[in-house]
T-cell receptor, first 115, second 112 residues
Framework: EAGVAQSPRYKIIEKRQSVAFWCNPI?????LYWYQQILGQGPKLLIQ????????DSQLPKDRFSAERLKGVDSTLKIQPAKLEDSAVYLC?????????????FGSGTRLTVV | KQEVTQIPAALSVPEGENLVLNCSFT??????LQWFRQDPGKGLTSLLL?????REQTSGRLNASLDKSSGRSTLYIAASQPGDSATYLC???????????FGPGTRLSVLP
């Protein structure tokens, strides 16, 4: 079974620029998550999709962050404009469902540095 | 609001030692708890998933226990090896079973 694919692996941008990350979940996984992990902290949920619908985006800074999963498969996360405090690893994870017994599979993440 | 803490923040042990990592959560009404490993610059790898009805799970040298009533989980690593060096994170699934809340992790170094 192929894992969760993310790209790019690394990105360095200047503040106020825009950036986009891509995630391809495990085939057949209906639920997709984007997490932000700041250095030294645990991952924090940004947004959760169930197929192509948003389940939870309560912690997504909507003035600058956006995400979509148009066909219920791949997803993109965008930041525009970026701030210094957005420097973090952005992790994508997928799950076969939101049921209580479902665990997660994570991608390798995209490390963003804003200078 | 669920909060997850992990103690210690960092741990350094000589190779061969048995060790215990601790995870605490504030809301005991969880549905499951998962332990992950994260290597530097990498994503998270699932180690063990414990359902709320279970007391423990074992995989190789790893054993995870869950005590919902006290809001605690422990990850026991037997006969530690340098390859075990990584950050270990625990995460609990919230009351609605929608997503995980993560702890900050314990950074483990096993010295040869």
């Amino acid at each position: 079974e192929a894992g969760v694919a993310q790209s790019p692996r690394y990105k360095i941008i200047e503040k106020r620029q825009s950036v986009a990350f891509w995630c391809n979940p495990i085939s057949g996984h209906a639920t997709l998550y984007w997490y932000q992990q700041i250095l030294g902290q645990g991952p924090k949920l940004l947004i959760q999709f169930q197929n192509n619908g948003v389940v939870d985006d309560s912690q997504l800074p909507k003035d600058r962050f956006s995400a979509e999963r148009l066909k219920g498969v791949d997803s993109t996360l965008k930041i525009q404009p970026a701030k210094l405090e957005d420097s973090a690893v952005y992790l994508c994870a997928s799950s076969s469902g939101t049921g209580v017994s479902n665990g997660y599979t994570f991608g390798s993440g995209t490390r963003l540095t804003v200078v | 609001k669920q909060e997850v803490t992990q103690i210690p923040a960092a741990l350094s042990v000589p190779e061969g030692e048995n060790l215990v990592l601790n995870c605490s959560f504030t809301d005991s009404a969880i549905y499951n708890l998962q332990w992950f490993r994260q290597d530097p610059g990498k994503g998270l790898t699932s180690l063990l998933l414990i359902q709320s009805s279970q007391r423990e799970q074992t995989s190789g040298r790893l054993n995870a226990s869950l005590d919902k009533s006290s809001g605690r989980s422990t990850l026991y690593i037997a006969a530690s090896q340098p390859g075990d060096s990584a950050t270990y994170l625990c995460a609990v699934k919230d009351n609605y079973g929608q997503n995980f809340v993560f702890g900050p992790g314990t950074r483990l170094s096993v010295l040869p």
